[in-house]
């Protein structure tokens, strides 16, 4: 009997024909690296069971105070507070009526109701909440008015409501991504002739945004003079970007902004239920900004500052404009010889696309490079200096420092900054970078997963428009891997136990959590997998008979009491052949006492030049790691 070790290299290489992958893996999915083997990643379990409204695109965790763990989820469609499980709506409110200044009109049969405001400004999907409303005279009461709706059609001076049971949550008839309150609808009735008296309110909330980037073409697309006269464009045309928030601290506060839009400020000290407010709004406020593409408070040194906004004395947002406020104070933002207020402008590129805060420096991406902030104290308080030109980021949310070092996707390569700029040797950069979505690539992000020295970058592929697939770079490892999952925003362990991911059910899911699957009252499997390029058996001249496997796996922390794993053996000719037979073992565990015990041989029948292996698993409570897997061979001649 000859027994060959089944040794492979570390990490997925998927850039190398198979022989040249020889003794490598190959392919994978929801499985990770550690210490040279693979494993199957841990599970998923809803932090609580309560919804939020909307894609949320961007998560914000830390302490108060008071010790109270909170979570900033932003949506497209409004902001949170996660407190305990329960989410609290802090979206703020652009502009509130004056009282009577708002009138309803209904259609006796129907649930639509026509609101009539001249000023109104929202668009479809926006929210608004009245009060000191009366009942139109039927079954449309006060109480069924005075409550919050979401916007269904709009015009200059009305818009449309469905109206719904009284003094009910519109949270909870959010599923699947849509509001669906069909079932607590109310139709007007005869009697409801009323407008709703005179001292109807209306407080509309920020202006909602979309969940997917949306393009035009044709005829009209684009700038004037684009194209020949009476011709299509060529290409599509951004009409309208998805919301993405951008956040940070101060203090024990909250401090957001909508990407290209204002600036907002949540202190923590009222109510948890207490609604943000314009930064404009603060008191002693001065000049500060009214249009940021991000927002960020200086860990060090303790400046708001505001990358892509307004200049001072101007309405209009300059994408390359740097402006800081005063040490201390997130209101004063005009410039003084007795204060630490300022600006600056980066002078290459077209627009500021993220900026990455590390313990040393700030790093600033345009489209077109990328720059070091630094403090440097009064008069000038912040230097900038170009480190880099001609790169690309891939999207405002796929850069993440650790320690002083960013890590960053771009368009066509994975890049690292450590001092300098240098390109990351990704095994699946090819796999990766060619199926992303080009027109919904503002959806990446990036996650850090510290417990196992991961970077996670979640993407949109070519099948799809939402995020379905990452990619994930080991950096203790240097090594990649990838695989499938639907998350849409990360925040790494720290002030919670378990890394934190936002779902597309409304919900936000610790993971490394178990062993399954648990978005529903009953767990599911993950199926995991990992597949090895072909390797030769003997020197790959003949041909070889495998009679036996012998497996090396552990099963160590598997709830299920017979946790099992597939290994597959498919045996090849010749490189690139067809796969000339394939035997498939089901290794159980047995026993852990004294020691781990499970399948100790599986006897096979395959024969060829060369084999490939596959193991893989799909049942609940079970959790797996491969070691030196180790296979029977007799030679077996030339043909």
């Not at 994978?28 to 309560?50: C, H, L, S, T, V």
């Not at 009109?105 to 926006?126: C, M, R, W, Y």
């Not at 069909?182 to 945004?209: E, F, L």
């Not at 060619?434 to 510290?450: A, L, M, P, R």
Request: proline content about 4%.
């Amino acid at each position: 009997m000859v027994l060959q070790k089944m040794e492979f290299r570390p990490g997925i290489n998927s850039e190398l024909p198979d022989y040249a992958n020889e003794n490598g893996w190959s392919d994978g999915d929801k499985i990770r690296f550690r210490e040279g083997y693979p494993e199957k990643i841990g599970g998923w379990a809803a932090k609580g069971e309560n919804q939020f409204i909307g894609s949320c695109r961007a998560l914000k965790p830390w302490l108060t105070l008071e010790s109270d763990r909170l979570v900033g989820v932003g949506t497209h469609l409004k902001y949170y507070i996660e407190d305990g499980g329960v989410f609290y709506d802090i979206t703020p409110i652009r502009n509130t009526t004056a009282a009577g200044d708002v009138t309803f009109s209904a259609t006796t049969g129907s649930h639509v109701i026509t609101v009539t405001d001249t000023n109104h400004e929202a668009k479809l999907g926006d929210f608004v909440t009245f009060s000191g409303a009366v009942g139109l005279g039927g079954a449309i009461t006060a109480d069924v008015l005075n409550q919050e709706y979401q916007i269904q059609t709009a015009t200059n001076s009305t818009y449309t409501i469905n109206a719904r049971t009284a003094n009910t949550d519109i949270n909870q008839y959010y599923d699947g991504g849509v509001i669906d309150d069909t079932a607590a609808y109310v139709s007007a009735t005869s009697g409801d002739t009323n407008t709703g008296g005179s001292n109807t309110v209306g407080a509309y909330q920020v202006q909602s945004g979309v969940d997917t980037s949306t393009f035009g073409n044709g005829w009209g697309a684009g700038t004037w003079s684009r194209g020949a006269w009476n011709s299509r464009a060529s290409v599509n045309v951004l009409a309208e970007t998805l919301r993405l928030w951008q956040h940070d601290t101060f203090g024990e506060d909250l401090i957001f902004c909508v990407r290209d839009g204002p600036i907002f400020y949540w202190d923590t000290s009222g109510s948890v239920s207490q609604r943000g407010v314009y930064l404009s709004a603060l008191t002693s406020a001065s000049n500060t900004p009214l249009v940021a593409k991000q927002v960020m408070v200086s860990d060090i040194d303790r400046h708001v500052i505001a990358f892509g906004c307004n200049p001072l004395g101007s309405n209009v947002q300059d994408p390359l404009l740097i402006r800081f406020s005063d040490q201390e104070n997130p209101a004063n933002w005009t410039p003084l010889t007795t204060n630490t207020a300022g600006d600056l402008r980066i002078g290459s590129g077209t627009a500021i696309v993220q900026a990455v805060e590390t313990r040393q420096e700030i790093l600033v991406f345009t489209d077109q490079g990328l720059h070091s902030m630094q403090f440097i104290g009064p008069p000038f308080t912040f230097g900038i200096n170009r480190v880099s030109e001609n790169l690309s980021i891939r999207s405002p949310n796929s850069a993440v420092a650790i320690g002083d070092n960013v890590y960053w996707m771009g368009v066509d390569q994975f890049y690292v900054y450590s001092g300098n700029v240098s390109q990351l040797n990704c095994t699946v950069k090819e796999k990766v970078l060619t199926d992303i979505n080009n027109e919904q690539s503002e959806k990446i992000f990036v996650g850090v997963n510290s417990g196992y020295g991961e970077i996670w970058w979640f993407y949109p592929s070519l099948e799809s428009d939402n995020i379905d697939k990452y990619v994930v770079y080991n950096y203790n490892q240097d090594i990649w891997y990838y695989g499938t999952l639907d998350r849409t925003a990360w925040i790494d362990m720290g002030v919670d136990d378990y890394p934190i991911a936002a779902g597309t059910d409304g919900k936000l899911y610790f993971h490394e959590f178990g062993h399954d699957d648990q978005s529903t009252p009953t767990p599911t499997a993950i199926n995991a997998f990992v597949q090895s390029a072909p390797i030769d058996l003997g020197d790959g001249e003949v041909f070889s008979y495998v009679r036996k496997l012998i497996p090396d796996v552990t099963f160590r922390n598997s709830t299920n009491a017979a946790p099992t794993v597939d290994y597959t053996i498919d045996a090849f000719n010749y490189n690139g052949g067809l796969q000339v037979s394939s035997d498939t073992a089901n290794i159980v565990k047995s026993s852990s006492v004294p020691i781990e015990q499970y399948t100790e041989k599986v006897d096979l029948r395959v024969r060829g030049r060369a084999i490939a292996l596959k193991v893989q698993s799909s049942q609940t409570g079970t959790t797996w790691r491969l070691g030196l897997n180790r296979l029977d061979i007799r030679p077996d001649g030339k043909r």
